[in-house]
């Protein structure tokens, strides 16, 4: 158990919808990232926070966001989802998101039908 | 850009038998870190071992250990004494830097081990 929870752990929708994701960091660590891993296109990082703020971001679509909260729990939010959004979405923790070891949650998969 | 590489996309080996598996790097980073993970069927990912790029000596932790061999930019993780709870998919990463202080992993396409009795 890495200390990351996510949830929920599995989750269908339907094309067009909006869903959120939901996570806590291990305790005391600042920054969470989120992963998303599909078959075409691999382990893509989305977007990193710390401490409540946007520190960087990837291959994040315009249709996905993210906030961290003071209680540093982070929601990655899904819109107008298409077929190719299914995946296997993850978040990781770190203590302070300069390169040390970031820690996975159990993911979320997401099925859009 | 930094890139990983995983040339193997799946391997056997016998248990109890000791198995690398391959991971190459591309980076103009004079500061990186390298990180492997494991995956199994359940799908949560697994941190086992970091080596930074400064570090002079192997990492190891336990059965795992990491053959860095920096002027070749390579970080293959070795498993010793393989069981059959080893069988898995494994992905090389890497600390990639975004700019100044921000980082995030870049993955390799992943290694499918499987370790047969």
């Known amino acids: 158990d890495s200390g990351v929870t996510q949830t929920p752990k599995h989750l269908i929708t339907a094309t067009g919808q909006r869903v959120t994701l939901r996570c806590s960091p291990r305790?005391?660590?600042?920054?969470v990232y989120w992963y998303q891993q599909s078959l075409d296109q691999g382990l893509q990082f989305l977007i990193q926070y710390y401490n409540g703020e946007e520190r960087a971001k990837g291959n994040i679509l315009e249709r996905f966001s993210a906030q961290q909260f003071p209680d540093l729990h982070s929601e990655l939010n899904l819109s107008s989802l298409e077929l190719g959004d299914s995946a296997l979405y993850f978040c990781?923790?770190?203590?302070?998101?300069?390169?040390?070891?970031?820690?996975f949650g159990p993911g979320t998969r997401l099925l859009v039908l | 850009a930094q890139k990983i590489t995983q040339t193997q996309p799946g391997m056997f080996v016998q248990e109890k038998e000791a198995v690398t598996l391959d991971c190459t790097y591309d980076?103009?980073?004079?500061?990186?870190?390298l990180f492997w993970y494991k995956q199994p069927s359940s799908g949560e990912m697994i941190f086992l071992i970091y080596?930074?790029?400064?570090?002079?000596q192997n990492a190891t932790e336990g059965r795992y250990s990491l053959n860095f061999q920096k002027a070749r930019k390579s970080a293959n993780l070795v498993i010793s004494a393989s069981q059959l709870g080893d069988s898995a998919m494994y992905f090389c990463?890497?600390?990639?830097?975004?700019?100044?202080?921000?980082?995030?992993?870049?993955f390799g396409s992943g290694t499918r081990l499987q370790v047969q009795p």
């Open positions: 980076t103009s980073d004079p500061s990186y870190g």
């Open positions: 990781a923790s770190s203590e302070s998101g300069l390169g040390e070891t970031q820690y």
């Open positions: 990463a890497m600390s990639q830097s975004i700019d100044t202080g921000r980082r995030a992993l870049t």
């Open positions: 305790s005391g660590d600042l920054s």
């Open positions: 080596q930074g790029s400064y570090d002079q």
